[in-house]
């Protein structure tokens, strides 16, 4: 099947391996993919309108090159590794239950995320604005508090010590 210069609406994916496709413009709305193999995808111009997936494997993909307008996107489950999430409004973004390792955030727009449960092992948060987001339960995060927006951000203790890893500090 061909996935570039298509529509598709409403449309579940399951068990498909995607890997090194394209999704060039091609627009994807109310569509969920579960237990799907989303590596190396080319998403230029790709348009992702309340689009969820549910423990997918989704690796090395630059969602900076989807379409911007109504880009709405959740993840339960995932796996997520070397993705690009940068100078992208990801309002109410939804993460949870995810292995989120080695991810670009910077200039993310990341207001009320809900992160709860995720492990953020190598990823960067800079400029990034991470106001009334949750990081209840996630670990292996490192944010520094003077790049990034931190208004009222839920985070969970003993996990929170990852506020202070730019002061190389040793705590016993």
């Known amino acids: 099947m061909n996935f570039e210069n ?7 994916f399951e068990n498909i391996d995607f890997s090194n496709n394209s999704f060039k413009n091609s627009t ?10 989303l590596s190396n995808l080319n998403l230029e111009n790709t348009k992702l309108q309340d689009v969820s997936f549910d423990n997918c494997k989704v690796l090395g993909l630059d969602f900076a090159k989807c379409n911007k307008f109504l880009l709405t996107f959740s993840f339960i489950d995932c796996y ?11 309002v109410n973004q939804v993460a949870t239950n995810c292995q989120i390792l080695d991810c670009d955030f910077v200039n993310t727009n ?18 990034s604005d991470l106001s009334f987001a949750s990081f209840k339960g996630c670990s292996s995060y490192s944010i520094d508090p003077d790049n990034n927006i931190l208004k009222k951000t839920k985070f969970s203790v003993p996990e929170v010590i990852g506020l202070l890893d730019r002061f190389d500090i040793v705590l016993d």
């Open 110 to 127: 990341l207001s009320k995320a809900d992160f709860n449960n995720s492990k953020f092992a190598g990823s960067i948060f800079k400029n």
């Open 28 to 37: 994807f709305t109310g569509c969920s993919f579960r237990y799907c193999n």
């Open 6 to 12: 298509t529509e598709f609406e409403s449309k579940t």
């Open 80 to 90: 997520i590794s070397n993705c690009i999430f940068s100078d992208l409004s990801l």
